[in-house]
């Protein structure tokens, strides 16, 4: 895969993917190291790189979409969000439900344009753009009566919080049973 080095604002190094320049598994002489190559933040991590009309039958979809967080281990869960143009799947509709004294792993996959996954109370932001799954891993303290975390797109587009139609979803923190 063939990926491009970015300065960033404060003089950082942000490594991006760019659409269309994937490459197949033979050899092109670069010998540089995958693994530094990943896009790593405390606000995210590309995971994998998939068709945005595709996302559905990507195997972190199958096995994690659903509205209530999917136990992986211990404490660790999983879910997998879908962002749309004012929609997250789970999230808008229906909160995403997680557990109590949980580390919750959320991938995240745009199938139109770059969205952001925001839960302000927890310090996440993150970019999502179409083709490319992000994991950003949060923790959930314990259950205090309606624990809820609002989700926001901190992106131009989608940010109308005037206006009914912003882009917002909820996860809510249950008991543990």
Same mark, same amino acid.
């Given at each position: 895969?063939?990926?491009?080095?970015v300065?960033?604002?404060?003089?950082?190094?942000?490594?991006?993917?760019?659409?269309?320049?994937?490459d197949?598994?033979?050899?092109t002489?670069?010998?540089?190291?995958?693994?530094?190559?990943?896009?790593?933040?405390?606000?995210?991590?590309?995971?994998?790189?998939?068709?945005?009309?595709?996302?559905?039958?990507? %195997?972190?979809? =199958?096995?994690?979409?659903?509205?209530?967080?999917?136990?992986? +281990?211990?404490? #660790?869960?999983?879910v @997998?969000?879908?962002?749309l143009?004012?929609?997250?799947?789970?999230?808008?509709?229906?909160?995403?439900?997680?557990?109590?004294?949980?580390?919750?792993?959320?991938?995240?996959?745009?199938?139109?344009?770059?969205?952001?996954?925001?839960?302000?109370?927890?310090?996440?932001?993150?970019?999502?753009?179409?083709?490319?799954?992000?994991?950003?891993?949060?923790?959930f303290e314990?259950?205090? %009566?309606s624990? =809820?975390?609002?989700?926001?797109?901190?992106?131009?587009?989608? +940010?109308?919080? #005037?206006?009914?139609? @912003?882009?917002?979803?909820?996860?809510?923190?249950?008991?543990?049973?």
């Amino acid at each position: 895969m063939k990926r491009r080095e970015v300065l960033g604002l404060l003089g950082s190094t942000t490594v991006i993917s760019l659409p269309g320049c994937l490459d197949d598994d033979s050899s092109t002489g670069d010998e540089t190291d995958d693994s530094e190559l990943d896009q790593t933040s405390p606000d995210g991590e590309v995971v994998a790189e998939v068709d945005p009309d595709d996302l559905s039958n990507h %195997e972190l979809f =199958e096995q994690y979409q659903a509205e209530e967080a999917t136990h992986v +281990e211990d404490d #660790e869960y999983a879910v @997998a969000v879908k962002l749309l143009q004012y929609v997250y799947i789970p999230g808008t509709v229906d909160p995403i439900e997680v557990p109590e004294n949980s580390e919750v792993s959320f991938y995240l996959g745009s199938k139109d344009v770059t969205h952001a996954f925001t839960i302000e109370e927890k310090g996440v932001n993150v970019e999502v753009p179409p083709g490319e799954i992000i994991e950003v891993t949060v923790q959930f303290e314990e259950y205090e %009566e309606s624990t =809820e975390y609002e989700i926001t797109c901190s992106e131009r587009f989608c +940010e109308k919080p #005037e206006q009914q139609d @912003a882009m917002t979803g909820w996860i809510r923190v249950l008991p543990e049973p």
